[in-house]
C-alpha cells in the first residue's frame, strides 16, 4: 500500500511539474525585469503602513539580490512575499 502511494505521488508531482516551470517562465518575464522592480518600488513608496513599507522593501531588496544573482526561483518567491505584504 505504501509503495503505491509513493508511485502515486511521484506521478502527480511529474504531471505538474511543466504548468509550473511555465509558470515560473511566464513571472520571470513579468516579474524579474528592472522595469518592474522599479514599479514596485515606487508602490512601496506610496504604502503608509510603515510596517508594511518596510517589510515590502526587505523583499524588494531580497527578489534584486536574487535577480543580480540569476536566481529565478528566489526572485519570484520575493516578488510573491512582496505581493502578499502589500495585498495584491
Given amino acids: 500500500m505504501l509503495k503505491q502511494s509513493l508511485i502515486a505521488a511521484v506521478v502527480a ?3 505538474l ?3 509550473t516551470a511555465e509558470e ?3 513571472k ?4 524579474c525585469t528592472s522595469s518592474h522592480l522599479k514599479k514596485v ?3 512601496i513608496e506610496e504604502v503608509n503602513s510603515i510596517s508594511k513599507r518596510t517589510r515590502a522593501d526587505m523583499y524588494l531588496s531580497m527578489s ?3 535577480k543580480e544573482n540569476d536566481d529565478t526561483r528566489g526572485c519570484i518567491l520575493h516578488m510573491e512575499t512582496v505581493r ?3 495585498g495584491d
Avoid at 520571470?28 to 516579474?31: C, E, R, V, Y
Wanted: avoid cysteine; glycine fraction near 10%; hydrophobic fraction near 40%.
Fill in 24 to 26: 515560473a517562465t511566464d
Fill in 13 to 15: 508531482a511529474t504531471a
Fill in 64 to 66: 534584486k539580490v536574487a
Fill in 41 to 43: 518600488g515606487k508602490q
Fill in 28 to 31: 520571470k518575464g513579468k516579474w
Fill in 84 to 86: 502578499e505584504v502589500l
Fill in 17 to 19: 511539474s511543466p504548468a
